[in-house]
């Protein structure tokens, strides 16, 4: 039974692995559908309490699995969530990356990069628009989130630095 | 792989590339520093300022390949940027550098089962950093696109973008995929406008 789960966890994050576009969030229906309503390894509770508890840790979002691995076939299944996320992810950008190489020096690729750039800086700015919008309640967010943005545009100021402050600020209540 | 150009692939290291460990190293405290969110931001600040590795170009280059293709996009940044610094062991010890603290620290939460957000001081805190990393991403956004903002064409596809996804709230890969192309075809337009023009002058 434990084998046939373990089986399972790496079918599952193994597909999800290379057909993940766009990241984390975009594998969750399908991760939900067959963790919960289809295989039921465990409540609709006890995901989104893993998925609150993936969300806290820093990284790449994906890993989310691992803790599904966990809740269904302990640390076993923790590490062959990560391993079967992780692998077939790697084997396919590597070969990508490797026959992206061989197009690089060619005219053809300035063409690719200097089209894709503008969408690439777009979707970045909407990254950052989607987290305001959801992380900003008030004028102290919203003073915090425009002084970051200056603050790292003009200046060499080391984030980190930065962060601890606007951690602080969090803290006093004032966001 | 025969042909002569062949032998100008960066796969093989130059000598001063940097080795395994500081590759790891690198990608591990990329990881560790981005409580909060913002990982591709602080991929950007440590590859290219911290470090000097990669050029604002070439990690604007290596994003849009991560973006376009399936899996984290920081784990596929990893995994390409990794590989240019130093082959096969680079890509190896990057995906390694940033996936390893990530799983350590998700093992401590979920075996004591909890999700920082629970502790009020911890959420408080995390609230500050994410709003400061909605800036930070902002700025890198503008860091990496100084030289496009200043074209009338990429601005515009800038903005249909940020439109598309941030505002709509489509999907990022129907978008890359469709605007990508047609930014694509514009740039070859342009280029073919400039140096026919080029001719008649």
Same mark, same amino acid.
């Given at each position: 039974?434990?084998?046939?789960?373990?089986?399972?966890?790496?079918?599952?994050?193994?597909?999800?692995? @290379?057909?993940?576009?766009?990241?984390?969030?975009?594998?969750?229906?399908?991760? !939900?559908?067959?963790?919960?309503?289809?295989?039921?390894?465990?409540?609709?509770?006890?995901?989104?309490?893993?998925?609150?508890?993936?969300?806290?840790?820093?990284?790449?979002?994906?890993?989310?699995?691992?803790?599904?691995? %966990?809740?269904?076939?302990?640390?076993?299944?923790?590490?062959?969530?990560?391993?079967?996320?992780?692998?077939?992810?790697?084997?396919?950008? %590597?070969?990508?990356?490797?026959?992206?190489?061989?197009?690089?020096?060619?005219?053809?690729? !300035?063409?690719?990069?200097?089209?894709?750039?503008?969408?690439?800086?777009?979707?970045?700015?909407?990254?950052?628009?989607?987290?305001?919008?959801?992380?900003? !309640?008030?004028?102290?967010?919203?003073?915090?989130?425009?002084?970051?943005?200056?603050?790292?545009?003009?200046?060499?100021?080391?984030?980190?630095?930065?962060?601890?402050?606007?951690?602080?600020?969090?803290?006093?209540?004032?966001? | 792989?025969?042909?002569?150009?062949? %032998?100008?692939?960066?796969?093989?290291?130059?000598?001063?590339?940097?080795?395994?460990?500081?590759?790891?190293i690198c990608f591990a405290k990329m990881t560790l520093v981005s409580f909060g969110g913002g990982?591709?931001?602080?991929?950007?600040?440590?590859?290219?300022?911290?470090?000097?590795?990669?050029?604002?170009?070439?990690?604007?280059? @290596?994003?849009?390949?991560?973006?376009?293709?399936?899996?984290?996009?920081?784990?596929?940044?990893?995994?390409?940027?990794?590989?240019?610094?130093?082959?096969?062991?680079?890509? @190896?010890?990057?995906?390694?550098?940033?996936?390893?603290?990530?799983?350590?620290?998700?093992?401590?939460?979920?075996?004591?089962?909890?999700?920082?957000?629970?502790?009020?001081?911890?959420?408080?805190?995390l609230s500050g950093v994410t709003c400061a990393c909605a800036g930070l991403s902002a700025a890198?956004? %503008?860091?990496?696109?100084?030289? !496009?903002?200043?074209?009338?064409?990429?601005?515009?596809?800038?903005?249909?973008?940020?439109?598309?996804?941030?505002?709509?709230?489509?999907?990022?890969?129907?978008?890359?995929?469709?605007?990508?192309?047609?930014?694509?075809?514009?740039?070859?337009?342009?280029?073919?406008?400039?140096?026919?023009?080029?001719?008649?002058?």
């Amino acid at each position: 039974m434990k084998d046939n789960a373990i089986f399972q966890i790496a079918r599952l994050c193994s597909s999800l692995s @290379i057909m993940a576009f766009g990241g984390g969030k975009s594998m969750i229906p399908d991760l !939900h559908k067959e963790a919960v309503t289809d295989l039921k390894w465990m409540s609709e509770e006890r995901f989104v309490d893993l998925f609150a508890i993936s969300q806290t840790a820093p990284g790449p979002s994906t890993l989310f699995v691992s803790l599904i691995g %966990y809740q269904t076939a302990g640390w076993t299944g923790f590490l062959v969530a990560a391993l079967a996320l992780l692998l077939p992810e790697f084997i396919l950008v %590597y070969a990508i990356s490797v026959s992206w190489d061989s197009i690089r020096k060619k005219p053809i690729s !300035h063409i690719i990069t200097e089209g894709v750039a503008p969408v690439t800086i777009g979707l970045l700015l909407s990254g950052a628009l989607v987290v305001a919008t959801s992380s900003i !309640h008030g004028a102290g967010g919203v003073v915090v989130a425009v002084a970051a943005f200056f603050i790292f545009s003009l200046t060499k100021i080391n984030p980190l630095f930065v962060m601890g402050i606007a951690a602080l600020t969090g803290l006093t209540g004032w966001m | 792989m025969n042909s002569p150009e062949a %032998y100008n692939f960066p796969t093989a290291p130059d000598p001063d590339s940097p080795c395994v460990s500081a590759i790891f190293i690198c990608f591990a405290k990329m990881t560790l520093v981005s409580f909060g969110g913002g990982l591709t931001a602080w991929s950007r600040q440590i590859l290219v300022e911290e470090k000097g590795w990669l050029s604002d170009s070439e990690f604007l280059e @290596i994003l849009s390949l991560s973006q376009a293709l399936p899996g984290a996009i920081n784990a596929n940044l990893a995994i390409i940027a990794g590989r240019r610094l130093k082959g096969m062991a680079g890509a @190896i010890s990057a995906i390694l550098g940033l996936a390893l603290p990530a799983m350590v620290i998700l093992a401590v939460l979920v075996s004591l089962y909890i999700s920082c957000l629970s502790n009020p001081a911890v959420g408080k805190a995390l609230s500050g950093v994410t709003c400061a990393c909605a800036g930070l991403s902002a700025a890198t956004a %503008y860091r990496l696109g100084k030289k !496009h903002f200043k074209k009338p064409m990429s601005l515009v596809f800038v903005i249909g973008t940020v439109f598309l996804v941030g505002v709509l709230r489509f999907s990022l890969i129907p978008i890359l995929l469709s605007l990508g192309p047609i930014s694509a075809l514009c740039v070859w337009l342009a280029g073919r406008r400039a140096a026919s023009s080029e001719k008649i002058l």
